[in-house]
């Protein structure tokens, strides 16, 4: 499977995820969820 491939298939709240690790360049998991407002076992789950 390819990385579009991949993508394609990602919901709302996984799309904004991995937008946030690129544009920071990585993040701690605890900001990561914070960041994005979600809870730390959604965030996980997204990780």
Known sequence: ???STAEA???E???AG???IRES???HQSDF???LEF???K???IV
């Open 1 to 3: 499977m390819s990385s």
């Open 9 to 11: 298939e990602l919901n």
């Open 33 to 35: 969820w914070k960041e």
């Open 25 to 27: 360049g990585g993040i």
């Open 43 to 45: 965030g996980s789950r």
């Open 18 to 20: 991995l937008e946030l």
């Open 13 to 15: 709240d996984e799309r």
């Open 39 to 41: 809870s730390s076992r």
